[in-house]
């Protein structure tokens, strides 16, 4: 079975600061890996999704990540982040019809 | 397009009642999926229905049930609600699902509070 592990479950963060956050996942099959935000009482938002090819992938608000299939990670990434960043942000992976999420990082921005 | 609705919103209930909890899709999206989000589990799978019929289901109680509609919306219902059922249920909805590369819209939940 497949597992998705967010290294960071809290993350701090000044304004206008990078950030990196950590995801790395393990499966033995090919699978979709997927980040998504979650901002306090809505639901998931989909940031970015890798499926094949180019294993950058761009997503909404200025993030990107990138698929690492040796290291089997999927880290996100952002090179200035804003106070409006700040959220709970889930790493996803799919193989079949088996979706698992990670237990999400806290993303908090600092004025 | 809309995006995915749920409803109710809000729920209060007492323990050893009955709910449901209603998803629509968005226009379209035939796979519905549902999941439970706790503080101490995280975001766990509860079931994915595609066409009417259930396609897969997580590593729930049979208390935890549910049902979709020709037309796409979907039902859960959880019986002898326990205490530790209190969770944000949280719908998601795709084009096809299952194991294809489809993104899964969410809605916004629906937080369930078992006094």
């Known amino acids: 079975a497949q597992s998705v592990t967010q290294l960071d479950s809290q993350v701090p963060v000044f304004e206008e600061a990078p950030v990196e956050l950590r995801c790395n996942y393990s499966?033995?099959?090919?699978?979709?890996l997927f980040w998504y935000v979650q901002y306090p009482n809505q639901g998931l938002q989909l940031l970015l999704k890798?499926?094949?090819?180019?294993?950058l992938v761009k997503g909404i608000n200025g993030f990107e990540a990138e698929f690492n299939k040796s290291q089997t990670s999927f880290h996100l990434r952002k090179p200035s982040v804003h106070i409006s960043d700040t959220a709970e942000y889930f790493c996803?992976?799919?193989?079949?019809?088996?979706?698992?999420f990670g237990a999400g990082t806290r993303l908090t921005v600092k004025p | 397009k809309a995006g995915v609705t749920q409803t109710p919103r809000y729920l209060i209930k007492t323990r050893g009642q009955q709910v449901t909890l209603s998803c629509s899709p968005i226009?379209?999206?035939?796979?519905v999926s549902w999941y439970q989000q706790t503080p101490g589990q995280g975001l766990q799978f509860l079931f994915e229905?595609?066409?009417?019929?259930?396609?897969n289901k997580g590593n729930f109680p049979g208390r935890f049930s549910g049902r979709q509609f020709s037309n796409s919306r979907s039902e859960m219902n959880v019986s002898t609600l326990e205490l530790g059922d209190s969770a944000l249920y949280l719908c998601?909805?795709?084009?096809?699902?299952?194991?294809?590369?489809?993104?899964?819209?969410f809605g916004p939940g629906t937080r369930l509070t078992v006094l």
């Open positions: 998601a909805s795709s084009l096809v699902g299952g194991g294809t590369s489809d993104t899964q819209y």
């Open positions: 499966s033995s099959v090919s699978v979709y």
């Open positions: 890798y499926l094949s090819g180019s294993t």
């Open positions: 996803a992976v799919r193989n079949n019809n088996d979706m698992r």
């Open positions: 226009s379209g999206h035939r796979s």
């Open positions: 229905y595609f066409s009417e019929t259930q396609r």
